[in-house]
């Protein structure tokens, strides 16, 4: 009896212990979109987005944190003029022949409740990595309610100094302010 016992202990302890398992995500990239906009000349507010991106992000509501791995392709910006376009491209703002890519990673989700609110993360540009916070504005998981797989999506913002970057093409005309929002939508894996 003593030894079922003592082998029972140990197959028990052998178990792994009951633990928050983060479900991981893939942003969908027909729904994933990062946009900008900036002051131009003090008359207007220009905007444009970048139309790829691809990105990974783990979520454990219960044990309230997760991850986000991003990664924006310059080269897909869209203003709406492709001649502004092209100069954005250029070595005078995001320079997409030596920087291919603009990317955020971060492990730290704050929540309010089960709600992930913001995101405290790296930001790289151009070579720079600074630390920034998303603010997250609006977020939900549920069925698609066409292909009816598991998604969630969130609309998050963050304001930094292109400058901060080495983008410092046209200051102060062209503004340093620069407004990005994120709107993602992430299929679980």
């Given at each position: 009896?003593?030894?079922?016992?003592?082998?029972?202990?140990?197959?028990?302890?052998?178990?792994?212990?009951?633990?928050?398992?983060?479900?991981?995500?893939?942003?969908?990239?027909?729904?994933?979109?990062?946009?900008?906009?900036?002051?131009h000349?003090?008359?207007?507010?220009?905007?444009?987005?970048?139309?790829?991106?691809?990105?990974?992000?783990?979520?454990?509501?219960?044990?309230?944190?997760?991850?986000?791995?991003?990664?924006?392709?310059?080269?897909?910006?869209?203003?709406?003029?492709?001649?502004?376009?092209?100069?954005?491209?250029?070595?005078?703002?995001?320079?997409?022949a030596?920087?291919?890519?603009?990317?955020?990673?971060?492990?730290?989700?704050?929540?309010?409740?089960?709600?992930?609110?913001?995101?405290?993360?790296?930001?790289?540009?151009?070579?720079?990595?600074k630390?920034?916070?998303?603010?997250?504005?609006?977020?939900?998981?549920?069925?698609?309610?066409?292909?009816?797989?598991?998604?969630?999506?969130?609309?998050?913002?963050?304001?930094?100094?292109?400058?901060?970057?080495?983008?410092?093409?046209?200051?102060?005309?062209?503004?340093?302010?620069?407004?990005?929002?994120?709107?993602?939508?992430?299929?679980?894996?």
């Amino acid at each position: 009896m003593l030894q079922r016992n003592i082998l029972a202990l140990v197959l028990l302890a052998s178990l792994p212990l009951a633990a928050h398992a983060a479900d991981s995500y893939t942003t969908d990239p027909q729904h994933t979109y990062a946009n900008f906009s900036i002051n131009h000349l003090g008359y207007s507010t220009m905007l444009g987005s970048f139309e790829k991106s691809i990105g990974k992000i783990t979520l454990d509501r219960a044990g309230k944190k997760g991850t986000v791995d991003l990664t924006i392709f310059p080269a897909s910006v869209r203003t709406g003029l492709p001649k502004r376009d092209e100069h954005l491209k250029s070595p005078d703002f995001f320079n997409v022949a030596e920087y291919p890519e603009v990317t955020f990673k971060s492990s730290v989700l704050k929540f309010k409740g089960d709600v992930p609110v913001s995101v405290d993360g790296k930001l790289t540009i151009l070579g720079v990595t600074k630390p920034v916070t998303l603010a997250i504005h609006s977020f939900k998981c549920g069925a698609h309610p066409m292909n009816r797989k598991e998604l969630c999506g969130a609309d998050a913002s963050v304001q930094i100094k292109r400058s901060d970057f080495g983008m410092k093409f046209g200051l102060p005309d062209v503004g340093d302010e620069v407004k990005l929002v994120i709107e993602v939508e992430a299929y679980k894996d």
